[in-house]
């Protein structure tokens, strides 16, 4: 079912995905109709929502409002695909119906910026966590200057970890024409994805100041996925394993070893949690093989990333103080990786007891000798 009207072919096109959520709905698509920039679009995506979603959208009368109602539930990534296709405008900007713009002037400023630069696939700002009625936490900071990345540059970036908070990016529809759109088979890091695709097609706009919030509630799409996290695990896996294909595909050898470090990073902060930590986001040291024999094609990368993953185990029982079992990691992880320096210096300072313990904490200041024990930062 559609309703509403259209005075004129929109630049840009808001697609708000609507389920269960109705009582969001007037904030989000005022924040969207109050912006100083006017000629938009906004297309309320209710996928079959149970609550009274659709008398809510009934009371919002502008011309601009597009009201389409799913005849059947289609699930959330269908439905963004959904309403990214029926998009009219050159721009598409993607926001969830309990999200909404911080600043009247975010869209001026957007379109300004995708105008001013036509090699970019998008343009992003930080956004605000919102609890209740109360500010908190900032997502997404790049600086605290404006700038534009070039895609492989903001690749690199990326592939550490999802640093773009989904309701806070304007799209250039023909990055989805070319790059595709939501991929079905990510529910959980779908949006990680496509970021990645995005900058593959073009650079990457980045404005400095906080101007979208969104919010966390227990309603939150994201927290039924904690749940499940063998998928979340799955879906960040792949990510990384995907971009990396497509970097090869292209030649991009920054990119590709930027996904390799991603890879073995997250497998070893993942193998760590589960063995030493029980944690049910955690992969077990064979759950982790077997991944890895489904994605890794080279002998050498395996052993690499193996003995990443192995000196991750390493570091993780060496600051619990478990002296013995740090040892017997660092040794399977050069068995591996003969070269690797970090977990030869490591390993050896180990072995001189509190002196080496005193070495070590100083030399983590110093780069790219040792590092710090993995972290895993999450987004949700």
């Not at 500010?135 to 997404?140: L, T």
């Not at 073009?202 to 919010?215: D, K, T």
């Not at 570091?315 to 977990?343: F, I, K, V």
Request: charged fraction near 20%; proline fraction near 5%; include cysteine.
């Amino acid at each position: 079912m559609t309703t509403g009207g259209r005075a004129s072919r929109p630049l840009v096109s808001f697609v708000v995905p609507c389920y269960k959520h109705g009582h969001f709905l007037v904030e989000c698509v005022q924040s969207i109709l109050g912006q100083t920039y006017q000629n938009v679009e906004v297309l309320i995506m209710d996928d079959c929502s149970p609550d009274d979603t659709p008398a809510i959208a009934q009371t919002l009368r502008d011309p601009r409002i597009r009201y389409i109602r799913n005849d059947v539930n289609l699930g959330h990534l269908r439905n963004y695909n959904k309403g990214i296709s029926l998009a009219l405008g050159e721009y598409v900007w993607l926001i969830n119906v309990d999200d909404y713009l911080r600043r009247t002037y975010v869209l001026d400023r957007f379109v300004a910026t995708l105008e001013r630069n036509p090699a970019a696939a998008f343009v992003f700002c930080p956004a605000v966590q919102v609890h209740g009625r109360d500010e908190g936490a900032v997502f997404g900071l790049h600086g605290d200057t404006d700038a534009v990345f070039t895609g492989p540059a903001f690749l690199e970036r990326l592939l550490v970890r999802n640093c773009v908070a989904t309701p806070a990016v304007m799209v250039r529809k023909a990055s989805y024409d070319q790059m595709g759109m939501f991929p079905l088979d990510l529910p959980y890091a779908g949006d990680w994805y496509q970021w990645c695709r995005h900058a593959f097609y073009g650079s990457v706009a980045y404005l400095a100041e906080p101007m979208v919030c969104y919010r966390i509630h227990e309603l939150n799409m994201t927290k039924d996925y904690f749940e499940r996290p063998a998928a979340v695990i799955s879906d960040e896996v792949t990510v990384r394993w995907r971009a990396k294909q497509t970097a090869e595909g292209l030649g991009l050898t920054p990119v590709v070893r930027a996904a390799l470090r991603g890879i073995a990073h997250d497998y070893g902060v993942r193998v760590a949690q589960r063995v030493a930590d029980r944690s049910k986001f955690g992969l077990t040291f064979e759950e982790f093989e077997a991944s890895l024999a489904a994605n890794c094609t080279s002998a050498d990368e395996k052993r690499r990333i193996t003995a990443t993953v192995l000196a991750a185990l390493g570091d993780h029982y060496y600051h619990q103080g478990e002296t013995a079992e740090a040892r017997q990691y660092y040794r399977r992880a050069l068995q591996q990786n003969p070269a690797d320096l970090r977990t030869l210096v490591k390993g050896g300072l180990l072995a001189t007891g509190a002196v080496g313990r005193a070495l070590r904490s100083a030399a983590t200041q110093l780069p790219g000798l040792i590092s710090p024990p993995l972290s895993l930062k999450r987004h949700s």
